[in-house]
């Protein structure tokens, strides 16, 4: 049987084959793009990328596309935080060396927030530092701290895969405080996606953590940078810094 060709000179089949691969390679690709790389037409090149989207092998988004997202499911706090520890603790160790004495601050729910909280702790020299969290573990962290520092649980539903504080209830006192500085954990970093998180809860109590404090920190190990998520948390550009490692990606983080 003889394939149909397009504008090019590649059979259509093969051609959306050689897209496929294009698109899996990247963390997302423009329909001009792809119409410079193959010699097509931008409208054959989306209806090339609403083929393969029907198909269930590519993602399609506004102006291009971005490989499938494979299900990530949620796991526990205790199995995440015995994962890359080198790099959360360089990553705490700097996030901590950015606060001043009687700042007030947010820690985020997660293991590379808890790390923070740790590198906080060893920091002699803080004095009249006031935390604001929603996490039990990180507030038992602090436990030791005090009364150098103030520690204020929010309250709200426990949340027990990470021993995290959620609504209903849980982010009221956000919208009584003005805090410095708030240093949130997600689940995916990318360009054009935005900052996103792998469940609902957690990441509405971070949008009121966003809306609390001057200064917007993102603390993330590499393995986050180009990966997206299901909640949406916020565009990139909302963030003030992002504080990662080595092992992220650099095109992404260029692109970000």
Do not use: W
């Amino acid at each position: 049987m003889e394939l149909s060709k397009g504008d090019g000179d590649i059979p259509v089949q093969m051609r959306r084959e050689h897209i496929l691969a294009f698109v899996q390679s990247r963390d997302f690709v423009r329909v001009s793009d792809l119409s410079a790389k193959f010699h097509v037409s931008e409208v054959t090149v989306r209806g090339d990328l609403d083929a393969l989207a029907e198909l269930g092998q590519i993602r399609r988004i506004r102006g291009g596309a971005m490989p499938k997202l494979l299900p990530h499911l949620e796991r526990p706090f205790e199995e995440v935080e015995t994962s890359r520890t080198a790099e959360k603790s360089i990553i705490g160790r700097l996030a901590a060396s950015l606060i001043a004495q009687g700042e007030t601050i947010i820690l985020d729910v997660g293991t590379t927030t808890t790390a923070v909280a740790r590198s906080l702790i060893i920091r002699d020299d803080l004095r009249d530092i006031v935390v604001f969290t929603n996490s039990l573990n990180i507030a038992l962290e602090l436990e030791v701290a005090i009364p150098r520092f103030t520690v204020v649980v929010t309250g709200g539903t426990l949340r027990p895969m990470q021993h995290s504080l959620v609504d209903p209830l849980g982010g009221l006192l956000f919208e009584r405080i003005n805090a410095h500085t708030v240093f949130l954990g997600c689940n995916g970093i990318h360009p054009h996606m935005g900052i996103t998180n792998i469940n609902l809860p957690e990441t509405e109590m971070k949008r009121r953590m966003l809306q609390a404090a001057k200064r917007r920190i993102l603390v993330a190990d590499g393995s986050k940078v180009g990966q997206v998520e299901l909640a949406y948390l916020c565009g990139v550009g909302e963030i003030d810094l992002l504080i990662t490692d080595s092992s992220a990606d650099p095109t992404v983080l260029a692109r970000s």
